[in-house]
């Protein structure tokens, strides 16, 4: 059965179409003091796997709680998927007296599960830290579906050197372009993003810029200023995880992108494309 978190109700709902998996009924309540309650309403459960993006703190407790309640119910095996790991990008204590965060939160994971699964990672390292077996799955390929089929000399490229892969994937599944990456500073302490272009050339190409996650927005809208000064036609950014926090959309639809297109591991507008079925295909 799957078990999902109230964040992640339409990717529990693909999940369970791609596997023929019932989709458990859950109920999401809060006390008067705000404190959440979850309630999983079937009972005779063989195994579970609950799904849950951890977007939020009421997100992770939910999960916590979802777990509880199954064993409570039960159930011997549990698999948890994460379609987006939240803290995952705290993968190290940058300053002095900062904790690993997502250390962290995947301690606390681990006590309610047999094994994990999460859907392209900041980094996989951050699967060590959890308690049980971690799998990273790598679903980009997925981001080619919604891409036009006539790009110009198309260039895939990501904002910084860890996210080449990304395009690279994303290239392939496509079918032909090339792929190059630019420079990322970010200053920690103001947040402020400078991107170091490098030599590729964009006049007259169509852009895909790929990245794992758009935030705030600021890595991808520097990445397009640049391109927009070095005359690229089009330009689509494309990403896993479209957190899209705050003004995100707006910064990107000024700086004159053509689309934004993510997944269903967090749910938004722009979750054009299922990485479901990938997943499916990974689950014991
Ligand atoms: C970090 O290196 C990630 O890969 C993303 O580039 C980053 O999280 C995007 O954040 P923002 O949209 O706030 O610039």
Redesign the pocket.
């Known amino acids: 059965m799957i078990v999902s978190g109230s964040a992640t109700q339409a990717f529990a709902a693909a999940l369970a179409r791609a596997t023929g998996e019932p989709l458990g009924r859950v109920q999401y309540e809060r006390f008067p003091d705000g404190e959440l309650q979850v309630r999983v309403e079937d009972a005779d459960i063989d195994r579970a796997v609950v799904v849950a993006s951890t977007v939020s703190s009421d997100a992770h407790i939910e999960l916590l709680q979802l777990q509880d309640a199954v064993r409570e119910a039960g159930v011997d095996d549990v698999t948890t998927v994460l379609p987006y790991m939240g803290y995952a ?1 705290q993968d190290r204590a940058f300053r002095p007296g900062e904790p690993v965060s997502s250390r962290a939160v995947a301690r606390a994971i681990s006590t309610g599960t047999d094994r994990v699964l999460t859907v392209n990672p ?1 980094e996989d390292r951050v699967c060590d830290y959890f308690d049980v077996p971690a799998t990273s799955i790598d679903a980009a390929s997925v981001l080619a579906d919604p891409l036009p089929a006539d790009l110009e000399d198309p260039l895939f490229l990501s ?2 050197e ?2 080449i892969d990304l395009a690279e994937t994303v290239r392939d599944a496509y079918g032909r372009g090339a792929t190059d990456y630019f420079v ?1 500073e970010r200053d920690y302490d103001t947040g402020e ?1 400078e991107i170091e272009p490098n030599d590729a050339t964009c006049d007259g190409r169509d852009v895909v810029l790929t ?10 809208s520097e990445s397009v200023a640049v391109l927009n000064d070095r005359g690229a036609a089009r330009v689509y950014v494309s990403c896993v995880h479209p957190l899209l926090a705050s003004n ?1 959309v707006t910064k990107l639809s000024a700086a004159g992108v053509e689309a934004i297109y993510g997944t269903d591991t967090i749910e938004r507008s722009v979750s054009d494309v299922s990485v479901a079925p990938v997943v499916a295909e990974k689950l014991p």
């Open positions: 990008r900041h904002p910084d860890g996210a990322k993003i990245d794992d996650i758009i935030a705030t927005g600021s890595t991808m995100a």
